[in-house]
């Protein structure tokens, strides 16, 4: 468990390596983590660069990873309505309940906001998303996924007023060009 007054800056991901990220997501998630059903949502996808987060500890330690990918919703007739899907979000577990989740977490949904982008959207526990953010199942009963998922788990947040809903497949975001 983290020393509650861990020093700590939150930085934008792109100013980390691709190999300590991966490292500190193997060591939050597993090895295995790759055939999860979130990882085929956002199959091919790259993360944003204005919505994916670090943390680093006072030696520049990467400690803590946010990341979010451009998916959709695919209706039947193929069109898609964009979201923003928020994940994985990673403290090392020898900093874990210190408050970097939250503090990730909370620069992510003011960016959001400040942005006023597509809805957020994740697989996660609503027992921490919905009740410090706000991010519910209510209006994803509509969606599937390209794998196992408990639909308890699926959770959204809209950040610009417009309604979370609409019945389809999550997947990968494809550019539309007119
Ligand atoms: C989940 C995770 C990101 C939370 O970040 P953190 O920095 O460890 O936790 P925080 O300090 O931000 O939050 C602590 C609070 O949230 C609660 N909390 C943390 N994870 C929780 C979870 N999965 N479910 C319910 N509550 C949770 C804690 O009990 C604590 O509550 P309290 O303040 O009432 O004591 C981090 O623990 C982690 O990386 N875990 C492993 C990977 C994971 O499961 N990621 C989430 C799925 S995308």
């Known amino acids: 468990m983290a020393d509650?007054?861990?020093?700590?800056?939150?930085?934008?991901?792109?100013?980390?390596s691709e190999i300590a990220i991966e490292r500190l997501l193997d060591a939050a998630f597993g090895t295995d983590r790759h055939g999860r059903t979130a990882y085929r949502i956002r199959d091919g996808m790259p993360w944003l660069p204005e919505l994916s987060?670090?943390?680093?500890?006072?030696d520049g330690t990467l400690i803590g990873t946010l990341q979010s990918w451009p998916v959709a919703l695919t209706l039947t007739d193929g069109s898609q309505i964009p979201l923003i899907m928020v994940g994985p979000v990673a403290v090392a577990?020898?900093?874990?309940f210190g408050g970097h989740g939250r503090a990730m977490m909370d620069a992510v949904v003011a960016a959001a906001r400040a942005l006023r982008c597509e809805p957020l959207m994740m697989i996660g526990d609503p027992e921490y998303y919905e009740r410090f953010w706000g991010f519910s199942a209510q209006g994803t009963s509509g969606w599937?996924?390209?794998?196992?998922?408990?639909?308890r788990r699926l959770l959204g947040l809209s950040v610009d007023g417009s309604e979370i809903g609409g019945t389809g497949m999550l997947s990968p975001r494809i550019a539309v060009t007119a």
Do not use: C, K, W, Y
Request: hydrophobic fraction near 30%.
């Open 4 to 16: 509650r007054q861990d020093v700590s800056d939150i930085v934008p991901l792109n100013s980390q």
């Open 53 to 58: 987060l670090a943390t680093i500890d006072a």
């Open 93 to 96: 577990p020898t900093h874990q």
């Open 144 to 151: 599937n996924a390209p794998g196992p998922f408990e639909p």
